[in-house]
């Protein structure tokens, strides 16, 4: 018998790795691994106090309840979809892709972090420009594109009413100032 952990803040490579291996640390039989989620088999000898107590030491933590599990979920779609550079239609996709209303996804998104969806990929738009502008492989026009904006006055506008600069002036920045994915909402 198996038992299914969705963890909040799990979301890139990194993470499931990091889990991975406390998880081997800690002497769980691993089934599977994805983002937000992890499957072990159960065994009497498992401390799941002490799994919990080290995976918040990391910066993670297990969610207890479903709404908190369900907008874990939304975010990784999300940032996945972002980071393939698969943006057109985002948010109307997502209610097929969860078989639920959106009206109630975004209702539940909203309640639980405080963030509308809108606002949330907007947010996850701005820190990918913030990438590819770091990266300096495309031009403001070609980062526009890329992230389904319509023009570059479009993402512009957006890019400093969010981070409070133009783009030129992030780009001109020694140090460019990110945020971590999981730290959006």
């Known amino acids: 018998m198996s038992h299914t952990f ?3 803040n799990m979301v890139c490579n990194r993470c499931k790795t990091t889990v991975l291996n406390l998880l081997n640390a800690k002497g ?31 910066g993670f ?3 207890t309840d479903a709404a908190t599990a369900l907008v874990e979920k939304i975010k990784i779609v999300l940032i996945r979809q972002i980071d393939k550079g698969d943006t057109e239609g985002i948010l ?8 639920n209303n959106y ?17 949330y ?3 996850l738009k701005i820190e990918k420009a913030k990438e590819y502008i770091q990266m300096k ?10 992230l389904n904006y319509k023009n570059s006055s479009h993402l512009a506008k957006q890019f400093k009413q969010i981070t409070g600069m133009s783009m030129t002036a992030f780009k001109n920045l020694q140090n460019g100032n990110r945020k971590e994915l999981d730290n959006i909402v």
Do not use: C, W
């Not at 109307?92 to 078989?99: C, D, P």
């Not at 492989?137 to 594109?145: D, K, P, R, V």
């Open 6 to 8: 969705y963890i909040k």
């Open 28 to 58: 769980f039989q691993v089934e599977s691994v994805q983002l937000g989620k992890i499957e072990v088999r159960d065994n009497p000898h498992n401390n799941y106090g002490e799994f919990e107590k080290e995976l918040n030491a990391l």
């Open 61 to 63: 933590e297990l969610i």
């Open 92 to 99: 109307s996709n997502l209610a097929e892709q969860f078989g």
């Open 103 to 119: 009206s109630l996804l975004s209702k539940t998104f909203s309640r639980t972090t405080g963030m509308t969806l809108e606002k």
């Open 121 to 123: 990929l907007i947010n």
């Open 137 to 146: 492989q495309l031009n403001f026009s070609e980062i526009a594109y890329s």
